[in-house]
T-cell receptor, first 109, second 115 residues
Framework: GESVGLHLPTLSVQEGDNSIINCAYSNSASDYFIWYKQESGKGPQFIIDIRSNMDKRQGQRVTVLLNKTVKHLSLQIAATQPGDSAVYFCAEMPDKLIFGTGTRLQVFP | NAGVTQTPKFRVLKTGQSMTLLCAQDMNHEYMYWYRQDPGMGLRLIHYSVGEGTTAKGEVPDGYNVSRLKKQNFLLGLESAAPSQTSVYFC??????????????FGPGTRLTVT
């Protein structure tokens, strides 16, 4: 399988910099959110999740921020590495998972 | 522990042909899902299953059928393929938790082209 296609927004960052990937969600009833990473030729891989009763959650080198007021989610990746190059997309859950289209992250040396 | 596997990885069909995509998981998950992924669109749910012997329609079920005869396997069938079914198909599975939800483990995908 391949990642989502041709016209994705792209974020280009230099190795070692921090990356911020944004996602606007649509359903105010969504109470659970996930960030996925999809490398070329692979299936989506879970990165981190957050429930609506939280506004921040941290993982290893990643932080997810949730702003329910404006229905916005962001994924911050610290010290971005070449291996972070992939398509990242969020998913929201009102009653089932609804996936966004994604952002392509390109890391250059 | 192989996780979620899918066969085949690639397939080319002619319009009107049929085929079955196989998904297998070795994590003893109750829930299994079939998605399609098209350029410029998010993953869309075709069908899902909440346990052996059960299936349910997702967002885009037309033209597809599924079966879950064994807990570890979830089959997706195309009875009469159409060019609009050209896509990348992903299978996923997850633990049961009251509703189809939470962390889903994805297979590597099947790229299907219908000419």
């Amino acid at each position: 399988g391949e990642s989502v296609g041709l016209h994705l927004p792209t974020l280009s960052v230099q190795e070692g910099d921090n990356s911020i990937i944004n996602c606007a969600y649509s359903n105010s009833a969504s109470d659970y959110f996930i960030w996925y990473k999809q490398e070329s030729g692979k299936g989506p891989q879970f990165i981190i999740d957050i429930r609506s009763n939280m506004d921040k959650r941290q993982g290893q080198r990643v932080t997810v921020l949730l702003n329910k007021t404006v229905k916005h989610l962001s994924l911050q990746i610290a010290a971005t590495q070449p291996g972070d190059s992939a398509v990242y997309f969020c998913a929201e859950m009102p009653d089932k998972l609804i996936f966004g289209t994604g952002t392509r992250l390109q890391v250059f040396p | 522990n192989a996780g979620v596997t899918q066969t085949p990885k690639f397939r080319v069909l002619k319009t009107g042909q049929s085929m079955t995509l196989l998904c297998a998981q070795d994590m003893n998950h109750e829930y299994m899902y079939w998605y399609r992924q098209d350029p410029g669109m998010g993953l869309r749910l075709i069908h899902y299953s909440v346990g052996e012997g059960t299936t349910a329609k997702g967002e885009v079920p037309d033209g597809y059928n599924v079966s879950r005869l064994k807990k570890q396997n979830f089959l997706l069938g195309l009875e009469s393929a159409a060019p609009s079914q050209t896509s990348v198909y992903f299978c996923a599975s997850s633990y049961t938790s009251g509703r189809p939800t939470y962390e889903q483990y994805f297979g590597p995908g099947t790229r299907l082209t219908v000419t």
